[in-house]
């Protein structure tokens, strides 16, 4: 069975751009979660949805807007884009709202200059 | 607000030596993880330990977790260079669905 997809692998933006990132749950998994990985640091959550609904939402700013789509795969956009922006984005899937493990995908590598 | 104090950050051994890796949460939770993750790559998932007392094994590598403490451990046994990566410990919070994870510890095991 295919795992968590994730594309694109790599981008490269601007200051002020947007970006879309996209996310292929494992099949069968209802739940997707994001996160942001800077580099040398540890995940930081930044949504959660489930069931097409968005069920949690880490501290971050009103640029990163995210929605989950019928089929469950998930997009997560950035607005206004800033060289703090630059990190690793990684998506997850789990079976449901609170069910672990999550199934992370191998992540969209994002630098903005 | 969930916390996670991760130690040591980083950490060079000689293969055939044996360590611990540390991890402290500041709050309730009711389930501890244990990722890995090479460079460029995401994350693999090791270990889930669920309840107080919980230990697993998995070849030279043992997590345990005590709740009362706060605190999870990785054990490192005979360490090997196959073993060098980033290791996370990441915590969800007994009311929450998201995790929060450590810092990192990065692991350099030497010939």
């Known amino acids: 069975d295919a795992g968590v997809t994730q594309s694109p692998t790599h981008l490269i933006k601007t200051r002020g751009q947007h970006v879309t990132l996209r996310c292929s749950p494992i099949s069968g998994h209802k739940s997707v979660s994001w996160y942001q990985q800077v580099l040398g640091q540890g995940p930081q959550f930044i949504f959660q949805y489930y069931e097409k609904e968005e069920r949690g939402r880490g501290n971050f700013p009103d640029r990163f807007s995210a929605r989950q789509f019928p089929n469950y795969s998930s997009e997560l956009n950035v607005n206004a884009l800033l060289l703090g922006d630059s990190a690793l984005y990684l998506c997850?899937?789990?079976?449901?709202?609170?069910?672990?493990?999550?199934?992370f995908g191998d992540g969209t590598r994002l630098s903005i200059l | 607000e969930l916390k996670v104090e991760q130690n040591p950050l980083f950490l060079s051994m000689q293969e055939g030596k044996n360590y611990t890796i540390y991890c402290n949460y500041s709050t309730t939770s009711d389930r501890l993880y244990w990722y890995r993750q090479d460079p460029g790559k995401s994350l693999e998932s090791l270990f889930v330990l669920l309840s107080n007392g919980a230990v697993k094994q998995e070849g030279r590598l043992m997590a345990s977790l005590d709740t009362k403490a706060r605190l999870s451990t990785l054990h490192i046994t005979a360490a090997v260079h196959d073993l060098s990566a980033t290791y996370f410990c990441a915590f969800k919070e007994t009311s929450g669905s998201r995790l929060t994870f450590g810092e990192g510890t990065q692991l350099t095991v030497n010939p």
């Open positions: 997850a899937s789990s079976l449901g709202r609170a069910v672990f493990p999550q199934h």
